[in-house]
């Protein structure tokens, strides 16, 4: 998977983003900070696993929902199923050679 540094990302806390096939990153330091790669690479895994559009499709459909049910942007984007499983797995960079198809429906 390509990781390719774009400093014009719009955000103070946004600093990556996993665009099937590549990661594209705010600095290059962040190319060798492995848990921050891990993290995008399940959520590459999840992209592949639905097709890639699809993905696109839920997790903003998913987000909207987070909005209304939390009132916060922050603890919205915290809850997407899809951000769970990345979170809660980003640490351990085994993770995915033993995940197995649609983790993420484990996080919902």
Do not use: C
Not at 5 to 14: A, E, M, Q, S
Not at 95 to 108: M, N, P, Q
């Amino acid at each position: 998977m390509p990781v390719i540094v774009n400093k014009y990302l719009i955000g103070r806390h946004f600093v990556g983003v996993a665009l099937w096939p590549f990661i594209v990153v705010k600095n290059e330091g962040l190319k060798r900070d492995a848990t921050f790669i891990n993290h995008e690479r399940i959520h590459l895994r999840q992209q592949g696993e639905l097709l890639v559009i699809p993905f696109y499709f839920i997790y903003l459909l998913e987000y909207l929902i987070r909005i209304i049910q939390y009132k916060n942007l922050e603890i919205a984007y915290r809850n997407i199923s899809f951000e769970r499983e990345a979170y809660s797995n980003e640490g351990n960079l085994q993770y995915l050679k033993k995940r197995t198809f649609w983790s993420f429906l484990k996080y919902r």
